[in-house]
Nanobody, 121 residues
Framework: QVQLVESGGGLVQAGGSLRLSCAAS????????IGWFRQAPGKEREFVAA????????SYSDSVKGRFTISGDSAKNTVYLQMNSLKPEDTAVYYC??????????????WGQGTQVTVSS
């Protein structure tokens, strides 16, 4: 049974930082790409970042490039999203997922339950 559990969300002031974690059971991260996605109220879910364990290839959306960093610890089967210089527009529920790239688009299949990130101005 595959289970992804996100944690680390919360309320932070603009300019602050948070680190999200995604712990997996039932699958081994090192054999798949892992991505972070987010969904703000009234908006569609959007891609944030993804990584390929084997090649260390990472991909970021333009809106977070230079501020967010995706990384992983294969021994802990955990992926992280370090978020710096947070902006109010980063407010959303953040999800991790087993991810795949289709051309220029990333999507996921197994999803966690999400963790809320709220950035106050």
């Amino acid at each position: 049974q595959v289970q992804l559990v996100e944690s680390g969300g919360g309320l932070v002031q603009a300019g602050g930082s948070l680190r999200l974690s995604c712990a997996a059971s039932g699958l081994t991260f090192s054999t798949f790409n892992i991505g972070w996605f987010r969904q703000a109220p009234g908006k569609e879910r959007e891609f944030v970042a993804a990584m390929d364990w084997y090649s260390d290839y990472t991909s970021y959306s333009d809106s977070v490039k230079g501020r967010f960093t995706i990384s992983g610890d294969s021994a802990k089967n955990t992926v992280y999203l370090q978020m710096n210089s947070l902006k109010p527009e980063d407010t959303a529920v953040y999800y991790c997922a087993r991810a795949a790239q289709y051309g220029s688009r990333w999507d996921g299949d197994y999803w966690g339950q999400g963790t809320q990130v709220t950035v106050s101005s």
